[in-house]
């Protein structure tokens, strides 16, 4: 099966990630890990560290993530969004006149994560690459939204040129499964219900 292939068949069921994405993103993961403090590497033990092709089976379809932008006061807020995983890297939208959208116009610096009680938690920092919907850039990426959703983003808004599309381009990245039988567990009831 081709990269072409793939995309065609819908985000909700398939994992996008090449040979060579899974191979950075392992790099990150371990160069995020070497570079933590003490008290995280005790929490987040060598056996409770998922690889990338772990995350990559796990983060299909939508997955929601708590956002962390920055005032032009430096205060952090957070705000919930649908986040889907392409290629190695989150994404997600809203428009561009929220106040994440603003912030993150001004200061791209952008922190996620995503935890489901004590078994998941995946942390991402970075910053945010930014696509302008409407004809043209977003063309490209458009797609895969209307995969799980059976629309576009930018029907959402009142015009597509606000919607925006945000890319988070991470510096690093740590994940953590409390225990493995349980992360089996929970990843195969997601591929179970996306597929039903």
């Known amino acids: 099966m081709t990269f072409d292939d793939v ?3 819908g985000h909700a069921e398939w994992v996008f990630e090449t040979n060579e994405e899974l191979a950075a993103l392992d790099a990150l993961l371990a160069s995020s890990f070497a570079g933590a403090t003490d008290h995280l590497r005790e929490i987040v033990s060598s056996e409770r560290r998922l690889s990338a092709l772990d995350l990559s089976q796990y983060l299909v379809g939508i997955r929601h993530l708590s956002v962390a932008t920055v005032t032009s006061h430096g205060e952090p ?4 969004v649908d986040g889907l995983f392409l290629h190695g890297r989150f994404w997600f939208t ?3 006149r929220a106040a994440k959208s603003v912030h993150l116009a001004q ?7 995503h935890v489901i009680g004590d078994d998941i938690g995946i942390f991402v920092h970075g910053h945010v690459k930014t696509v302008n919907g409407g004809p043209g850039e977003a063309d490209a990426i458009r797609h895969y939204w209307i995969d799980v959703y059976d629309s576009s983003p930018e029907e959402w808004v009142a015009v597509p040129e606000d919607m925006r599309y945000f890319e988070i381009v991470p510096t690093k990245m740590f994940s953590y499964a409390f225990s493995r039988e349980r992360f089996e567990v929970l990843a195969n009831q997601r591929a179970t219900s996306e597929r039903s």
């Not at 807020?77 to 919930?80: L, M």
């Not at 200061?107 to 994560?113: C, I, N």
């Open 7 to 9: 995309t065609r068949l």
């Open 77 to 80: 807020r957070c705000s919930a």
């Open 94 to 96: 809203t428009s561009a």
């Open 107 to 113: 200061r791209p610096a952008v922190s996620a994560a």
